[in-house]
């Protein structure tokens, strides 16, 4: 039997679990911009990994029949729940083609942002008596 817990005892993926997953699979995919996503799957049962979100390019009509599927489980490595575990391209199974879409934008990390530099003041110049 399998060591895994069954898919209704993992806990959902949190935001970050999640941005970092579709990141991931966008990247896996090479889709071209703009991207849409569904909102958080519960697997097919007959799955290993209990969540999944599919995404697709909405460049165009024709980009959007490809759909990939990023999947979220349990990491076997490290034990932790509601990791990405890997993205494919999505097969029927998958359901993907009935999902609703929307469109996808990258939360902006703060660390990514340039600091804000202060306004400088300006230098005060001392007279010197002679």
Known sequence: MSDLPPPDAVAQPEQAQLTSGIAS??????????????DLLKSPSSYEEPWMICVRSASSDEARRLTYSVFYGTNLGNGLTGQYVKSRYSVFADNCDAQTYHPYTAPVVASALPSPNPTPEPKKRHRHDQ
């Open 25 to 38: 699979g966008i990247n896996d995919s090479r889709f071209a911009k703009p991207i849409e996503i569904t």
